[in-house]
């Protein structure tokens, strides 16, 4: 198999949302510094594509919450302030 660069990588999912975002945040000024080795760089990046993937699950997981909570019926916040508005 060719994903042995993941088998390198720490398997443990994050805590949370929440987390996820702060380990993320924290690896962005890790390879923003330009202090780390290529290897590490490589890994870093790979770790930050597992955080950004758990997090779209995520956000998915609300999104599709929100929608059976609204009945479907999303709309933008522009929408609503656009309707009370009037002239």
Known sequence: MSNNTNAA???NAPDS???AMAE???LVTQMESGQ???EASVAAYARGSELV???AAQLEKVES???VLEGDML???SAE???EGGQ
């Open 81 to 83: 302030s656009g309707d």
């Open 24 to 26: 993320l945040a924290q």
């Open 36 to 38: 780390l080795p290529l």
């Open 9 to 11: 990588l720490p398997a």
């Open 53 to 55: 993937k758990y997090c």
């Open 75 to 77: 709309r933008p916040f």
């Open 17 to 19: 949302f929440e987390g």
């Open 65 to 67: 919450q929100v929608k």
